[in-house]
């Protein structure tokens, strides 16, 4: 596609359930990133994928949270047994990969709000 | 953690050049400075990158100072819809290493009519 789509937009989810949220990366771009930014606080990095490499997980704030990608198409972001804390903007972005010097382009985020 | 410091907002009159300041005393050699921008609700759009040399695109001005220690943006003539958080992030480019950018707190710039 023309660009990163993310989907759904806005989710609302009660406390306790599980959520999935799906990223559709820049066709050929090898890298993806997910962020999660709280209201009006600035970017927190997650987890990032590159190609068929170890995605570093470093970011991700509990065993809660996991996601996955598929060679270099689409990443899931799954939040198990949500809590009201992980409310936020999930951002995702993607570049074409490992040792180019390119930019991230970034999706419009999924706006998670769990009641 | 981010390796940029950046104040937390200015202003700028409409039609002025916005100079948005930011350190990085830290930065290596094979590492990048990059600026993204973050106007409200939407997701961070990337505006210019650099390594030692001045960049200048149809957006924005880099100017890197000679030490590398720190940079500046310039926006040549700021319009109300340049009212943004603006990041400043350092970047390993060329280095197989982990890319993953490191966003700060960033710099709130409001265009002033």
């Known amino acids: 596609g023309a660009g990163v789509s993310q989907s759904p937009s806005n989710k609302v989810t009660e406390k306790g359930k599980d959520v999935e949220l799906r990223c559709d990366p820049i066709s050929g771009h090898t890298a993806l990133y997910w962020y999660r930014q709280r209201l009006g606080q600035g970017l927190e990095f997650l987890i990032y994928f590159q190609g068929n490499s170890a995605p570093d997980k470093s970011g991700l704030p509990s065993d809660r949270f996991s996601a996955e990608r598929t060679g270099e198409s689409v990443s899931t972001l799954t939040i198990q047994r949500t809590q009201q804390e992980d409310s936020a903007v999930y951002l995702c972005?993607?570049?074409?990969?490992?040792?180019?010097?390119?930019?991230?382009?970034f999706g419009q985020g999924t706006r998670l709000t769990v009641v | 953690d981010a390796k940029t410091t950046q104040p937390p907002s200015m202003d700028c009159a409409e039609g002025r050049a916005a100079n948005l300041p930011c350190n990085h005393s830290?930065?290596?050699?094979?590492?990048?400075v990059y600026w993204y921008r973050q106007i409200h609700s939407q997701g961070p759009q990337y505006i210019i990158h650099?390594?030692?040399n001045n960049e200048t695109n149809e957006m924005a001005s880099l100017i890197i100072t000679e030490d590398r220690k720190s940079s500046t943006l310039i926006l040549p003539h700021a319009t109300l819809r340049d009212t943004a958080v603006y990041y400043c992030?350092?970047?390993?480019?060329?280095?197989?290493?982990?890319?993953?950018?490191?966003f700060g707190t960033g710099t709130r710039l409001t265009i002033i009519p």
């Open positions: 972005a993607s570049s074409l990969g490992q040792g180019w010097n390119t930019e991230a382009f």
């Open positions: 830290t930065i290596s050699g094979n590492e990048y």
């Open positions: 650099g390594l030692k």
């Open positions: 992030i350092v970047r390993v480019g060329l280095n197989f290493g982990n890319e993953k950018l490191t």
